[in-house]
């Protein structure tokens, strides 16, 4: 059996995507707007301090509103499975007002 020169380039590039060293890594701490259905709009920090902004007082269900719509990227970026907990699957969020 001969060996073609291309399932070495094709081994090198597997290896170094497994290693991480081909791409980077997706972040996983950001800041990003939210804005709620109850009018209010907030600066939330994702997986980082809470950003520079006025304080906020958020009742349960805003909380959770605030939690699941700042986290949306994340979850685009884990994909339909990651282990637990990480930065993807268990974030921190931190918000602010924008106003």
């Given at each position: 059996m001969k060996?073609?020169?291309?399932?070495?380039?094709f081994a090198c590039a597997a290896a170094l995507w497994s290693t991480g060293s081909f791409a980077a890594a997706p972040q996983s701490s950001y800041s990003t707007e939210v804005h709620l259905s109850s009018g209010k709009d907030l600066i939330c920090g994702v997986n980082q301090a809470a950003p520079a902004g006025g304080a906020v007082s958020l009742t349960a269900?805003?909380?959770?509103?605030a939690d699941v719509l700042a986290t949306q990227r994340l979850r685009l970026l884990s994909g339909p499975s990651s282990p637990y907990p990480s930065?993807?699957?268990a974030p921190t969020v931190a918000c602010a007002s924008m106003s």
């Open positions: 060996f073609h020169p291309m399932y070495a380039i269900g805003e909380q959770a509103q930065a993807y699957t």
